[in-house]
């Protein structure tokens, strides 16, 4: 069983940054995508950005971050990271990590870290 660790979120103002940080389990075989998902109060989960584990220069965002947020992989730290800029009120939510096999075998979820974007 693959376990993810959030780490990062907090209370900023508009225009602030935060890093969010996903650590996986160290080791594991085959190919898989970490993505970043959000759930706003009284919203369904939504996509943020993802990467592929095997090639880093293959990422996607949701339209309503690209150019603000940056998803990256540390390999050694099995950690990936979401660099968020230039936030803004609408971008608060609780961040979930999550990891796919791509052969199917798992599909697992962190357990959430809160950003708050107010004034």
């Known amino acids: 069983q693959v376990r993810l660790v959030e780490s990062g979120g907090g209370l900023v103002q508009p225009g602030e940054s935060l890093r969010l940080s996903c650590a996986g389990p160290?080791?594991?075989?085959?190919?898989?995508?970490i993505a970043w998902y959000r759930q706003a109060p009284g919203k369904q989960r939504e996509f943020v950005a993802d990467v592929r584990s095997n090639d880093d220069s293959v990422t996607n965002y949701a339209d309503s971050v690209k150019g603000r947020f940056t998803i990256s992989r540390h390999y050694a730290k099995d950690t990936t990271y979401l660099q968020m800029d230039n936030l803004k009120p609408e971008d608060t939510a609780v961040y979930y990590c999550?990891?796919?096999?791509?052969?199917?075998?798992?599909?697992?979820w962190g357990q959430g870290t809160q950003v708050t974007v107010s004034s």
């Open positions: 999550n990891e796919r096999a791509l052969s199917g075998t798992y599909d697992t």
């Open positions: 160290g080791t594991r075989n085959g190919i898989y995508i």
